[in-house]
T-cell receptor, first 112, second 113 residues
Framework: DQQVKQNSPSLSVQEGRISILNCDYT??????FLWYKKYPAEGPTFLIS?????DKNEDGRFTVFLNKSAKHLSLHIVPSQPGDSAVYFC???????????FGKGNQVVVIP | DSGVTQTPKHLITATGQRVTLRCSPR?????VYWYQQSLDQGLQFLIQ???????AKGNILERFSAQQFPDLHSELNLSSLELGDSALYFC????????????FGSGTRLTVV
């Protein structure tokens, strides 16, 4: 049962424009959400996170928005750069639970 | 280099065989987590160890087992291998048993033929 879902497996965007990645979850116990970025032949690297007590968290070019009522979060990358080309995973955890539930990932290609 | 070391990077073996994947956590990290990523799937949590003790278990098959040694490195043992066990196996570590601050290794790609 996929508790974290990422639709639209791939996204192509022009350099300098905005990339928007979406993530939906089904488990209402999730209270902490993370985005990871993965390059080929490397492990996922942490990008940004958000707690359920917030609806927005920003770190440089990366902003994550959380809509708890819709069980939806999104990652905005502005402006997109060629180095952002990677697979992005959405992940979630519930309080007191140490495991992460991951989505299947979105492939982002930034075109120079 | 994330500081989490996984060996080997690639492994090809036959069905029915047994393999051991090794993970050395980042210096100072006490928790080790194992995840499996099958083709076109997200990462699936297998098991977590904290300071030598099993802390949490996911959908890990009975043919799979793991342990964490006193020096904190961990091994994931996969036995009676099937074609469907072909996947990327990632290890991650964190300083405590919280989900914040996971650092992943680069993974071991297992191919069962």
């Amino acid at each position: 049962d996929q508790q974290v879902k990422q639709n639209s497996p791939s996204l192509s965007v022009q350099e300098g424009r905005i990339s928007i990645l979406n993530c939906d979850y089904t488990n209402s116990m999730f209270d902490y959400f993370l985005w990871y970025k993965k390059y080929p032949a490397e492990g996922p690297t942490f990008l940004i996170s958000i707690s359920s007590i917030k609806d927005k968290n920003e770190d440089g070019r990366f902003t994550v928005f959380l809509n708890k009522s819709a069980k939806h979060l999104s990652l905005h990358i502005v402006p997109s750069q060629p180095g952002d080309s990677a697979v992005y995973f959405c992940a979630a955890s519930a309080w007191g639970n140490n495991r992460l539930a991951f989505g299947k990932g979105n492939q982002v290609v930034v075109i120079p | 280099d994330s500081g989490v070391t996984q060996t080997p990077k690639h492994l090809i073996t036959a069905t029915g065989q047994r393999v051991t994947l090794r993970c050395s956590p980042r210096s100072g990290d006490l928790s080790v987590y194992w995840y499996q990523q099958s083709l076109d799937q997200g990462l699936q949590f297998l098991i977590q160890y904290y300071n030598g003790e099993e802390r949490a278990k996911g959908n890990i098959l009975e043919r799979f087992s793991a342990q964490q040694f006193p020096d904190l490195h961990s091994e994931l043992n996969l036995s009676s291998l099937e074609l469907g066990d072909s996947a990327l196996y990632f290890c991650a570590s964190s300083v405590d048993d919280r989900v914040h601050g996971y650092t992943f290794g680069s993974g071991t790609r297992l191919t069962v033929v």
